[in-house]
């Protein structure tokens, strides 16, 4: 009976940290005249964490990717600086279990395997960020995605648009974290490019395969000139859907609160979250061993 007072006492206690985080970000975004980014709470089913009897709160801040970076770039823009103090300060105020992951996601163009080594190099350079600022590598992960989730059809230029971004998910664990990556369900026809006549763009490539595995990085520093990445398993995307729905924002830089309720993608097991240990491969850029910055 104790244990289950204190795993309900737990769940409450996400859920007023949770809207405490929500409240930090646009206060701290208004107080640094940042734009506001848009924030969803993602409401995860019960089971989706092995300490929590309940749903899983885990708040989602997506930044357009002209908000970071130029194009095909990993350098963070000058303007991105403000947004990186408006990360870093929320999470030094929040509680110290707090977990942060960072995705790095891309549009459709190009290869499979250039899109995740560079939405790999883009999310270590804002946890190099992050940690420069302070925030305790012990609370960062990174995920790189690439093109493999979008959020809007990659057929339009303004599409494209929204689908070059930077998420970052904010939860009591980083399994928690994992667990939206992993439920996370995209319409196929969303990784389509535009039609044959368009000769700049091409359909993607034969790499992107209805099942994917995705690398998980943690950080590691023993200060902040040594700092490095360390994959520590590889996450099981769910597989595209045919006519998978999903709502897409209007503008990234409109602040969104509303329920989202992940639906579990029928081919994917409830949490805890499992990694695929590392497989040792031969040394490439996209890598399996440490990562030095």
Not at 1 to 9: F, P
Not at 261 to 270: D, H, R, S
């Amino acid at each position: 009976m104790g244990s289950g007072i204190g795993i309900s006492t737990q769940d409450q206690m996400a859920s007023t940290e949770e809207q405490d985080r929500v409240a930090r970000f646009n206060r701290l975004a208004d107080a640094n005249d940042v734009a506001r980014p848009t924030i969803k709470e993602i409401s995860l089913p019960p089971g989706s964490v092995d300490f929590m009897q309940g749903s899983v709160p885990v708040v989602r801040v997506v930044f357009p990717e002209r908000a970071f970076f130029a194009f095909d770039s990993d350098v963070p823009l000058p303007q991105s600086q403000g947004i990186l103090d408006v990360i870093a300060d929320n999470m030094k105020h929040d509680v110290p279990d707090a977990a942060l992951t960072i995705l790095g996601h891309t549009d459709a163009v190009g290869t499979d395997g250039y899109n995740i080594d560079l939405s790999r190099r883009r999310a270590r350079a804002v946890i190099r960020a992050l940690i420069e600022r302070g925030v305790n590598p012990d609370q960062l992960t990174e995920v790189a995605i690439g093109k493999r989730q979008p959020i809007a059809s990659n057929a339009t230029t303004d599409g494209r648009a929204l689908n070059r971004r930077v998420e970052f998910l904010i939860s009591p664990a980083m399994s928690a974290n994992l667990a939206a990556v992993q439920q996370y369900v995209v319409p196929k026809s969303y990784l389509s490019l535009a039609k044959a006549d368009d000769v700049r763009l091409r359909q993607p490539d034969a790499d992107v395969k209805p099942a994917q595995v995705a690398m998980v990085y943690r950080a590691t520093a023993k200060n902040t000139k040594n700092t490095s990445l360390a994959p520590i398993g590889g996450l099981a995307l769910s597989p595209t859907q045919d006519n998978a729905a999903l709502s897409t924002p209007s503008d990234l830089n409109v602040k969104t609160i509303a329920p989202e309720n992940v639906k579990l993608a029928a081919t994917m097991p409830i949490a805890p979250v499992h990694l695929i240990p590392p497989a040792e491969v031969k040394p490439r850029a996209l890598g399996s061993g440490v990562i030095e910055f």
